[in-house]
């Protein structure tokens, strides 16, 4: 699926002035003091050289929140597109991806191919650049599986380079990437099995809507066809006509709690049944965030001002259903559920986008 919101360009374009609520998802955000278009990584690097200390790096705007007042320095608009094969043998093949590929479309160029480990990341909006700075994940598989290496422009040392897997820092819904001014990534390069199954179904929900057990195997296309009826029937899928996508997807993370925190939620959450969660590093616990929202109660639909709401398809997806909210609207509605939470059970959410020129 195509970026909607911005439309690839063959060459870079002069700057101009603009509101950046046509570049996301979410149709919100303010003016920038200019806006400019990079179509190649050389065109990345100049310009992001040229616009000095005050720079953003917008490509599918899908997993960004900017504030009302915009931003003020220049935008540049990454545009660089196509992918080929440095590598290949029986087994793997291993591709460079530029940054602004949209993703979607990396995704159903692996499935078509008979490249195995991507499949499950179907439908996700956005650009490939943005998936190492996030580590997406989405169904039980994440890029950092299968990411042998980004390639960056480091503004600290004015050079560009390769930054290996080993050292991307990636963890849940994080890399050394995000929230960092230093790196502007420029492409990413994968590692993918040679096969026309899928991975290892390791998703409850996947597997029970494909109609198999938790570790087997299905057929690329059939994987990538159920997710996306999975997505879309939570809203997860862009669709211009359907406001309910009008998102970043999952504003909050899955909070990940120590033994006494998950302990003291329990024991708020008595009357509720056991909270749904899984193990994580060590004896740390990931607890379900929708599940905390649900029950804190903020079902799905719940309004906020000037027509943002809660997903009706959708509990962890905050949305701009009237087209015509503010950001600021948008984290009143955040702050609501983060602080309900809370209260009733001693779990902090913390945001999954960026936020840009505006706090929660």
């Not at 979410?26 to 990584?41: E, K």
């Not at 740390?284 to 398809?313: C, M, Q, R, T």
């Not at 909210?325 to 948008?330: F, N, V, W």
Request: contains cysteine.
């Amino acid at each position: 699926m195509s970026d909607v919101y911005a439309q690839p360009t063959a060459a870079a374009q002069p700057a101009v002035r603009g509101d950046l609520s046509q570049y996301t998802t979410l149709c919100l955000g303010g003016p920038a003091a200019r806006i400019v278009t990079a179509a190649t990584s050389d065109q990345i690097v100049t310009q992001v050289r040229e616009a000095g200390e005050r720079v953003l790096l917008l490509a599918g705007g899908s997993n960004v929140v900017i504030g009302d007042a915009g931003f003020p320095g220049t935008v540049v608009l990454v545009r660089s597109r196509g992918l080929r094969v440095l590598a290949e043998d029986e087994r793997t093949v291993t591709i460079r991806v530029e940054a602004g590929e949209p993703w979607d479309d990396l995704v159903a160029t692996t499935v078509r191919n008979g490249w195995s480990g991507l499949e499950c990341l179907s439908g996700i909006p956005g650009s490939t650049g943005a998936t190492p700075i996030q580590n997406v994940g989405a169904y039980g598989q994440e890029v950092a599986e299968t990411i042998l290496g980004v390639q960056v422009y480091d503004r600290t040392a004015g050079t560009v380079r390769q930054v290996p897997a080993a050292d991307c820092g990636f963890g849940y819904r994080g890399s050394i990437f995000k929230y960092s001014e230093r790196w502007v990534v420029l492409g990413v390069d994968f590692r993918l099995a040679r096969s026309p199954l899928s991975g290892p179904v390791r998703y409850a929900e996947l597997a029970r809507a494909l109609g198999v057990e938790v570790g087997d195997r299905v057929p690329l296309t059939q994987a990538r066809e159920t997710v996306l009826g999975l997505r879309a029937g939570k809203g997860m899928v862009l669709d211009p006509s359907d406001p309910d996508t009008r998102s970043v997807g999952s504003f909050f993370t899955n909070p990940i709690l120590d033994p006494a925190g998950y302990e003291v939620l329990r024991q708020r959450a008595a009357d509720l049944g056991e909270p749904p969660a899984w193990p994580g590093a060590g004896d740390l616990v990931k607890v379900s965030a929708a599940w905390l929202i649900d029950k804190a109660g903020f079902g799905k639909g719940y309004p906020g001002p000037e027509g943002v709401a809660i997903s009706a398809k959708h509990t962890l997806a905050l949305t701009n259903q009237s087209g015509t909210a503010t950001t600021e609207a948008l984290l009143t509605l955040a702050r609501e559920i983060r602080d309900g939470v809370q209260a009733r059970f001693a779990v902090t959410l913390h945001p999954e986008p960026v936020l840009i020129n505006c706090t929660l």
